[in-house]
């Protein structure tokens, strides 16, 4: 990178910064959300629906068979025109989707 012009630059720069945007994201999202939610007097977690999704299924109760990431080319090049997906119940949430609140479920007992 001997002879880099003002405009690559800048062009890394922004770059760099949609990255970090895109990374920071889901975290800046759930900080306004539980402020938002604490403003409101609800729960800072669940908003008072007294169930939080599942971390690993994503809240669907499913997950594919074998796992996120399971790509076959072959399998994918000579696959009909149906579609078909493994999956399996989540054993996280025993295919159910969510969890009880745990922030809930303490202020209720006491």
């Known amino acids: 990178m001997e002879h880099i012009t003002a ?3 800048a062009g890394f720069g922004v770059g760099t ?3 970090c ?3 920071a994201a889901p975290k800046v999202d759930a900080f306004i959300s539980a402020s938002q939610r604490s403003s409101l007097g609800l729960c800072k977690r669940c ?3 007294r ?3 599942c971390s ?3 809240g669907t109760g499913l997950i594919k068979a074998n796992g996120p990431f ?3 080319l072959i399998d994918n090049l000579y696959q009909s025109e149906e579609i ?3 999956s399996v119940g989540c054993t996280k949430c025993q295919a159910r989707g969510h969890f009880s609140c745990p922030d809930c479920s303490n202020t209720s007992t006491s």
């Open 56 to 58: 690993r299924c994503r």
């Open 84 to 86: 078909k997906v493994k």
């Open 70 to 72: 399971s790509f076959n």
């Open 51 to 53: 169930m939080i999704a």
């Open 17 to 19: 910064l949609l990255l």
């Open 47 to 49: 908003g008072d629906l």
């Open 7 to 9: 405009s690559e630059v």
């Open 21 to 23: 945007a895109t990374i």
